[in-house]
């Protein structure tokens, strides 16, 4: 009962800071200069310091835009209500501000744009999270059953350099070896995008394969900052665990060091593991920026860094609220895996 009550509690929990984090932000893209309608009115200027230049009437056009039209455009964004009003139609009435209109394509919702941004993220955060997890795994386990060996040592050199290259750089280099950009390098990877042009349809598994094609070189980037954190995490997790005294209580009742490590020390290390595994459910739809920009993936990232720049607030403020009520649920599943993992960790309230 104890442990439902956690997990009620938690639930409850995820209300208030879901709210508390959407109200933050949206209250931020009222009062921050440079809005849409600032934007909307920058152009509007500049359209009529051209005609200006062009022999044309400009002054009256002038007036009129930083006066009447301000207030129309106010009106046409619902910056004229009061702001707990424009709070709640985003909530409730716009179901978090996905039926509302993308400032930057008016004939697109933010949730239709999304929509065809999201399996493009979920590919790419899925495969990452998976690659990441089988990877880092075994090998944290192998480096601590190998503790300052050979094999500890050179992995570690590896999984440092991984993690000291920038994002960035490595994107950039493998694209410049890789991808045929200089003339006398290899010529093996795409430039960047997410299929190839095909004279025809394309079967599902060569798709598949043209996909998965694709984002080599993406994933590659994505996953190498991650490995030197989560396998050095598991490594001295089962270290931890390996020298506590009920391992060595199992060896001296007779039990092998193998059964000691497998059936009672690697549960236990993969508690640290876990607290991380939820919240990465949040970066499945967040996506990468840098890399996406880098290898031309119309991801989440590159959707979300768009609208900010140009600020689409509709968007951008949709696209928070789907990634924050992940991210809760992430946290969630971290307090159920805990559960799974460990029964013996008390969730009653103190």
Known sequence: ???????????????????????VCFTLTRFLPGGPVEMRLMRMRGMA?????????????????????????????????PLAVQYWDWLVVNKMGMTLPSYDYPNKTAWQLIKSRIPVSVWFGVASFLLTYL???PLGIAKALRHRQTFDAVSSVIVFIAYAIPSFALAMSLKMFLC??????????PLGGIASDFDTPPGFWQAFADR?????????CYVAGGFAMLTLLMKNSLLDQISADYVRTVIAKGGTRRRAIWCHAFRNALIPIATGLGPMI???????????????????????????????????????ALTASFQLIGNLISDILYMVIDPRIDFSKK
């Open 49 to 81: 310091a051209a005609q200006g230049a062009a022999g044309q009437s400009a002054a009256g056009g002038a007036a009129h835009i930083t006066d009447d039209y301000k207030k129309q455009l106010d009106k046409q964004f619902g910056f004229d209500k």
């Open 135 to 137: 990877i880092c795994v």
């Open 180 to 189: 045929g950009t200089v003339d006398g390098l290899w010529d093996v990877f």
């Open 212 to 220: 998965a094609w694709h984002m080599v070189l993406p994933i590659t």
């Open 282 to 320: 949040g970066l499945l739809f967040a996506g990468s920026i840098i890399i996406e920009t880098i290898f031309e993936i119309p991801g989440m990232g590159r959707l979300s860094w768009d609208a900010l720049v140009g600020r689409d607030y509709a968007v951008f403020l949709a696209l928070l």
């Open 1 to 23: 009962m104890d442990r439902l009550a956690y997990l009620a509690r938690r639930l409850l929990l995820v209300i208030p800071t879901f709210l508390g984090i959407t109200l």
